[in-house]
């Protein structure tokens, strides 16, 4: 009997032990967002607003001057989940192949000590391959884009994320992260909880991010989650609302795409009589964000010796404004999008208090405290900040970070023109006017080209769709052209095309063509002659065409991003066969049967 005893009592004791295990952890939730900058949260909206950014800038502690490491969301994100510079954790831009599995992320940590993980992806450049799944219990990068979102919604995203706390966290500490792409969309329409269609816009995609996000926070009060929680909203990278000259968005390491929202809502064991809402002033990285992670779990993190770019955690300041690190701390900046683009070597800068070097050919130097918009360079020899300058450019030479030579010409013009004037429909014949003069002023960009005939086709300009096929011998345009205009076609031969009139179509003749999406074409077209069913071939090929025109879609969008996504190689934005054959004047009939099945598939 003593003995049972005795068990019962460990048993008890061990489950008492356990409880308290898990209920002293505090969990952590990350949302992280492109494309926004400190500048784009109002912290003196009206007290009556819905405004999750209003609530964070009363309960919490709010950075003014935050700095992403690179400007590429895959690398800055790494950044953020391992505590390293991308430098140090080898991911410098959104394409492969991803983080390696030798660098620990703090997902891992976390699961390690019993945490419940989840990743919450909005959609490109953030799936599974990025290698930032490493850790996550769940990583939900199910998105499935359509014509009207290419990406997921962070009020879908918040959705899932509650589902899965309801559903399979219980009461468990957690450590989640939702990726939020919403606000480079600019053209997608958003509507505000009183049912009204907001205007197409940066500013309409910051709203509805600001009441999803009040909505979020709402929940997990409800939830008794919010004290517990450690909240950081944290910008991956900024954005440029006026163009800077001889700049493109994904290489800008200015401040208008480098500094960032950064606030950090600390969890509590007991109930505070007055929420903390301070700020700090002084330089901060996502890389600092990555370390406090770490010792918010636990783990301490020290650099090596005389380490060019030291890294602090931000826990200290979490308790008091004091912050103990120096003011001119160096932070490193890059993006690698030209080296990832083959457009030339990886960018750099660095900034230590209120200095900002970028380490170009012809570097440029800013007083960014008495010249904030940085527009008037510096001389390299400006005795004020010459002890700061030499430190920068040694520190990046130590590195092995050379200078960046300017891009060339035709990567400025040919990526010069606004998301808007790519995505919306009512921009589409100004776009095509844009693209003929660019293609005039760079005649060998192949990739204008393609654009331009694209466009065209589009916008049934067939007077430019023949001029282009003639002067650059590419026979389908001209004798679409031609074919529309009522002229006799030249001569010309292909032998996808050559299956649509040829008598008999033999096994040789199709084997000619390797083109899967035009043979299917040919299938219905002609299914007659192929002793195949017409309905059956006309669903397949239907099926088929949705996917490529969706395909067109997302690198349509890609290029008005100014391709910061890794989309398939051969998946070019250029007229296809299949387009091309479907805009004959004697296919007019199962064109708008097609593009009919499209519309629906859309609504």
Known sequence: MRNIIFILILTLMSLVQLSCKTNDKNSILVIAVDELTITDVNCSQDEQAKSGFKILCDESVRFTHAFTPSVLSSPALASLLTGLYPHQHKVRHNGGPG??????????????????????SGGAPIFRRSGLNQGFELFEDNVLPNFKSLFRPFKKNTEEFIQWLNSDVDGDAFLSILYVPDLLFTTTETVTDLGETRNLSFESQRDELDESLADLFTQLKQMNRWDSTTIILAGLNGHTSSPRYKELSPINLHGENTQIALFIKPSQAKKRDQAIHWKVDQNVSLVDVGRTLFELLGETIVDTPGSSFPVHSLSGVLKTPNANWSEDRPLLLESGW???????????????????????????????????????????LQESVLPTTEKLQSLLQKNQLPPSANLEAEWLGKFSLSFSRWMRPDQEAALLKDLKNLSRNFPRSLDLLNWTAQIALNQKDWDTLRSLGNKHRIYTWSYVGEKNQGAKPSKGFDPCFNLLTIPALEAEQLKSCNDPLFLEYVDWLRSEDRGLNKEVQRKKFERSFRNYMLDQQIQKANIAAVMIWDTARENVLAPSRTELALHLPEYTKLRNQVYKSLQSDEN
Do not use: C, M
């Open 99 to 120: 983080l390696g599995a030798e660098f620990e992320l703090v997902s891992e940590l976390a699961l390690k000590q019993d945490y419940r993980t989840s990743f919450f």
């Open 338 to 380: 030209p080296l990832w683009r083959r457009a030339g070597p990886l960018r750099s800068a660095a900034i230590a208090s209120h200095v900002l070097y970028i380490n170009d050919e012809k570097p440029l130097l800013y007083n960014t405290l008495v010249d904030r918009f940085e527009v008037n360079p510096l001389p390299l």
